[in-house]
């Protein structure tokens, strides 16, 4: 099973990127998934996530500027991040949930499998 995160680079502050990550080896459909980052010098925080009937859940901090969405058939996940700001400079970890059908995915502990990270730098 492997995630592969891209889409992350350099953008200036107010500016916008859009995040995929490509599950191969099994299929989630039924796995809520999430995306998680990682500043430097602080702890992997959660970002945001959605189930696998479509609901999605955000941090207050990214709320109205982020969106996370998901095309099945693909067996991918996005985030749109929109209006960046240098405070959302991080690494950014796709992941999914390791147990179908779970109502739980706000937490790294939900989460079973991980991509690699992918770098958003935001310059003001």
């Known amino acids: 099973v492997q995630l592969q995160a891209s889409g992350g680079g350099l953008v200036q502050a107010g500016g916008s990127l859009r995040l995929s990550c490509a599950a191969s080896?099994?299929?989630?459909?039924?796995?809520?998934m999430g995306w998680f980052r990682q500043a430097p010098g602080k702890e992997r925080e959660f970002v945001a996530g959605?189930?696998?009937?479509?609901?999605?859940y955000y941090a207050d901090s990214v709320k109205g500027r982020f969106t996370i969405s998901r095309d099945k058939a693909k067996n991918t996940v996005y985030l749109q991040l929109n209006s960046l700001k240098s405070e959302d400079t991080a690494v950014y970890y796709c992941?999914?949930?390791?147990?179908?059908?779970?109502?739980?995915?706000?937490?790294?502990?939900?989460?079973?499998?991980w991509g690699q990270g992918t770098q958003v730098t935001v310059s003001s």
């Open positions: 992941a999914a949930d390791r147990t179908p059908y779970s109502s739980s995915y706000t937490t790294m502990s939900d989460y079973g499998y």
């Open positions: 080896g099994r299929t989630f459909s039924r796995n809520a």
């Open positions: 959605i189930t696998w009937t479509g609901g999605t």
